[in-house]
């Protein structure tokens, strides 16, 4: 039989073990809400934001003379980071291609990855997108003035990015040879060889390439305003896409995307979505 004081012994250590647990629990919920208030957005690095990005894609993001990135999709980020607390020295951007971009994110060697990348539904099933901040056209540039329609490039070999808008495009609607580049200038640089016939890009890349080949010319546009560009980021990471949009519609709001797009891309029509609410 138990004893009073076998029992008191059997209650204290009870009372003993259900302390530990509820103490226990405590201190891992205040370590964890410690840890999420150090890092409320869940980033590799609490004190800097890892960018994914492209060396070439001008206006929307490249490399200038000394090395650093810019462009209007640089601009933007940068901005919406100074809105999250950021200075310019947090915001660490890395070139790579395009085609990586994507997978690095979702295999967290970056945060985000910001260079006019185009949302989509099938994307959309490994990386999440912020909302779209911009919109626009799908061009072909070429020497061949005939290229002016999907059924014109029957025999043709029309270069893309690979992994791109462009090439999902391309690979369903044009009738000729697609053949794929890791980025721009090596697509250019085969077109101006006479290796391919017609450069697939988006229309802002397109103006800068004829404005710098005279024997180029833009000779297909096709709209694209159903695949906004976004930031991209890890699959429900909600709070670091949260805090973008919000600072994404601030910076519509008052007016900074207006000024940007009016620097990167003049003379281009501005989606009425992006523009200051009157």
């Known amino acids: 039989m138990q004893t009073n004081s076998s029992r008191r012994r059997l209650i204290k250590c009870g009372l003993a073990a259900t302390i530990a647990l509820v103490t226990g629990f405590a201190t891992l919920v ?6 999420a208030a150090g890092n ?3 980033l590799i690095d609490p004190s800097a934001i890892s960018v994914g990005t492209m ?5 929307y993001v490249f490399t200038d003379a000394n090395g ?6 640089a601009e933007l980020f940068r901005d919406v980071a100074h809105r999250l607390g950021f200075k310019d020295e947090q915001v660490v951007f890395t070139g790579q291609e395009f085609s990586a971009l994507l997978p690095s994110v979702a295999n967290g060697r970056f945060d985000v ?5 185009g949302t989509t539904a099938e994307r959309k099933k490994t ?6 901040y911009l919109a626009g056209y799908l061009s072909i540039i070429s020497a061949d003035p005939a290229l002016t ?3 014109s490039t029957a025999g043709k070999r029309i270069g893309v990015i690979q992994g791109t808008l462009q090439e999902i495009y391309a690979e369903k609607n044009l009738k000729g040879d697609i053949v794929k580049f890791p980025d721009n200038n090596t697509a250019v640089a085969a077109l101006n060889n006479g290796t391919i016939d017609g450069h697939f890009t988006d229309y802002e890349s397109a103006k800068q390439y004829v404005e710098r080949y005279k024997n180029l010319k833009i000779t297909m546009n096709v709209p694209s305003f159903d695949a906004p560009a976004g930031f991209v980021v890890k699959k429900g990471n909600d709070a670091f896409r949260e805090a973008l949009n919000k600072a994404l519609h601030e910076a519509m709001d008052d007016g900074t995307w207006k000024r940007l797009h009016e620097k990167w891309f003049p003379g281009t029509p501005m989606p009425d979505q992006y523009l200051p609410k009157k």
Do not use: H, R
């Not at 205040?30 to 840890?35: I, P, R």
């Not at 990855?113 to 990348?117: E, G, M, S």
């Open 127 to 132: 990386v999440d997108f912020s909302d779209g």
């Open 30 to 35: 205040a370590s964890t809400q410690s840890k």
């Open 68 to 73: 650093n990135f810019t462009g209007f999709d």
């Open 149 to 151: 329609s999907n059924e």
């Open 40 to 42: 409320p957005y869940n």
């Open 113 to 117: 990855a910001v260079a006019a990348i």
């Open 55 to 59: 060396g070439d894609a001008k206006p």
